[in-house]
């Protein structure tokens, strides 16, 4: 799988893996610039804390609830600085536009605390070893 195919999936399944090597997948929104993905997700998810752990990650395309659509790719992730979250998230509000915002308003009813997000790039095949 190329990053070109990934890069046009809406949704990615982002697989990280726990210490004991158990995988755990979750459908997220993705951009590209050029041979890097970047994603975003909460600063204290368990993505984050698996991924400080162990950088490696498998890709493939989903649906919005996760149900894989297409053979999956091996990547190296790491956790962008302030500076790189920041343009990370807004290539995504740029590309997911209204369904962007609307997980803004999401994040505001009652019983939902977001914490701060962060960004995420990843670097598959030839580019994961550069």
Request: with cysteine; glycine share 10%; proline share 4%.
């Amino acid at each position: 799988m190329s990053i070109e195919n990934l890069a046009d999936a809406k949704y990615l399944s982002l697989t990280t893996f726990r210490k004991d090597g158990t995988p755990v997948a979750t459908p997220v929104w993705l951009v590209r610039k050029g041979d890097r993905l970047y994603v975003m997700t909460e600063a204290g998810s368990g993505k984050v804390k698996r991924i400080r752990a162990n950088s490696v990650v498998e890709l493939a395309p989903c649906d919005m609830r996760g149900s894989i659509k297409g053979d999956s790719v091996a990547g190296v992730a790491v956790i962008q600085d302030a500076a790189g979250t920041e343009a990370t998230i807004k290539m995504i509000s740029m590309r997911y536009g209204l369904m962007f915002k609307l997980m803004g308003l999401l994040d505001k009813f009652p019983g939902r605390a977001p914490g701060a997000r962060v960004g995420v790039e990843i670097a598959i095949g030839s580019s994961a070893a550069a």
